[in-house]
T-cell receptor, first 115, second 119 residues
Framework: GAVVSQHPSWVICKSGTSVKIECRSLDFQATTMFWYRQFPKQSLMLMATSNEGSKATYEQGVEKDKFLINHASLTLSTLTVTSAHPEDSSFYIC???????????FGPGTRLTVT | AQKVTQAQTEISVVEKEDVTLDCVYETRDTTYYLFWYKQPPSGELVFLIR??????QNEISGRYSWNFQKSTSSFNFTITASQVVDSAVYFC????????????????FGQGTILTVHP
């Protein structure tokens, strides 16, 4: 089956620094990728939708200057959390939609802890 | 906009018991997809099933079964003879049709049900 990877799987950073999370579709071309955030014991909240070669579309309430999304190729999207603060600590999950089959596949998630 | 409600926040059962996880959805779309995902403690979402709104047939896969009823806007999930490995958070989700618009491709998740199966 289709595989989506995320790197890193977990990261600890200091407050004020920036962290980049990568989402890759390994065996298909992803025309669209989605980024979700999940706080402990809560559901997944969609942050933004990124289409290859264009600007990401952010959900209401998500700061686009804080969560920079780049979808430069059909197999890679990155989420950069800029000037991270402890409240940004969360589980970030990406999903990628196969451009041919329209199926959506989830990555394994990245656990971010900001100290 | 779509909405998915999983009223059961937490369920606790003893191994070998049957358990049903409820899911109620709201949508104005005439066609849509419904999903169930399992999220074990590792965090990775595991796809369980996708159902097209046109297909109201119940489905069984091993110990798992799903009951889709459009009349009550429900898509319930039953685990028969539960096992400790079934302990996880289960999410129901809906997806509008691939017809463009602002909801294009966006999954709407329910709040999740934490299932704990005790030995």
């Amino acid at each position: 089956g289709a595989v989506v990877s995320q790197h890193p799987s977990w990261v600890i950073c200091k407050s004020g620094t920036s962290v980049k999370i990568e989402c890759r579709s390994l065996d298909f071309q992803a025309t669209t990728m989605f980024w979700y955030r999940q706080f402990p014991k809560q559901s997944l909240m969609l942050m933004a939708t990124s289409n290859e070669g264009s600007k990401a579309t952010y959900e209401q309430g998500v700061e686009k200057d804080k969560f920079l999304i780049n979808h430069a190729s059909l197999t890679l999207s990155t989420l950069t959390v800029t000037s991270a603060h402890p409240e940004d600590s969360s589980f970030y999950i990406c999903s990628a939609r196969d451009g041919r089959s329209w199926e959506q596949y989830f990555g394994p998630g990245t656990r971010l802890t900001v100290t | 906009a779509q909405k998915v409600t999983q009223a059961q926040t937490e369920i606790s059962v003893v191994e070998k018991e049957d358990v049903t996880l409820d899911c109620v959805y709201e949508t104005r779309d005439t066609t849509y997809y419904l999903f169930w995902y399992k999220q074990p403690p590792s965090g990775e979402l595991v796809f369980l099933i996708r159902r097209n709104s046109f297909d109201e047939q119940n489905e069984i896969s091993g110990r798992y079964s799903w009951n889709f009823q459009k009349s009550t806007s429900s898509f319930n999930f039953t685990i028969t003879a539960s096992q400790v490995v079934d302990s996880a958070v289960y999410f129901c989700a809906s997806l509008p049709p691939n017809a463009g618009g602002t909801s294009y491709g966006k999954l709407t998740f329910g709040q999740g049900t934490i299932l704990t199966v005790h030995p």
